[in-house]
């Protein structure tokens, strides 16, 4: 039987949560604020199969199957989730992760690699926050990118995917591309962040198809040098 990663405790939930917001970025602390703090069965939870960040690892490896046919950068990032796990094995879980009511189910709007952690630890029960089910898939993004791009491990190509995948949504759902005061408003990011943000969402596919080549073998790997490319008017 497995056993539960965090007890719960709801006479000191409050403090719980004063407590893991002075170690928490602004945007996990708006994620606490605006949903409803739990405890749910992790076998009642389901991935998102379009979440913004991947783990780049098999389903069918992560349940521990087929191990075999994993590459080096695939085991690597295994041992690393397993270290995870046995991490919040041996001292709880500090940072929530973050749900929606899904049918029955409920379905990770951030947290996957927390998730899979609990998994792989056997642990039945995973502290999350509650939010309701997003309206438009904008916003859906906007929260996964909230919390994700703030992740020292999340890759530069992941960013850029993450932030051409939210003005795509963006678009679709309000009409127009994102400007700066979007990125500002749904994500916290200072002026240079957010403008440098919103002329990466504004690159036409023609321009990407010409810089994804650099993104994706390393040659351009920083959001200045991107942002300069985005500014470029030829």
Do not use: C
Request: overall charge positive; hydrophobic content about 35%.
């Amino acid at each position: 039987m497995g056993r539960i990663g965090i007890k719960k405790d709801n006479s000191e939930s409050s403090s719980i949560i004063d407590n893991m917001a002075a170690t928490m970025d602004d945007s996990q602390v708006r994620l606490i604020g605006s949903g409803k703090f739990d405890y749910i069965e992790v076998k009642n939870i389901q991935p998102d199969p379009e979440q913004v960040r991947t783990l780049g690892i098999p389903v069918d490896a992560l349940r521990g199957n087929n191990l075999d046919k994993l590459n080096e950068s695939q085991k690597e990032s295994l041992a690393k989730l397993d270290e995870l796990a046995n991490n919040i094995d041996e001292n709880g879980l500090i940072n929530p992760i973050t749900v929606y009511k899904n049918g029955a189910h409920y379905t990770i709007l951030a947290g996957e690699r927390r998730y899979w952690a609990h998994v792989r630890k056997g642990l039945v029960q995973i502290q999350a926050i509650i939010r309701s089910k997003p309206k438009d898939e904008h916003v859906k993004i906007a929260l996964q990118l909230s919390e994700n791009i703030f992740r020292s491990d999340l890759s530069f190509p992941e960013t850029v995917d993450a932030i051409r995948n939210f003005a795509k949504t963006y678009k679709q759902a309000i009409g127009t591309i994102p400007n700066n005061k979007v990125f500002t408003d749904s994500f916290g990011f200072g002026r240079t962040q957010s403008f440098g943000m919103a002329a990466t969402a504004k690159l036409s596919d023609r321009a990407m198809k010409l810089i994804d080549p650099l993104i994706r073998n390393g040659k351009l790997n920083n959001q200045k040098t991107l942002w300069a490319y985005a500014a470029l008017k030829s």
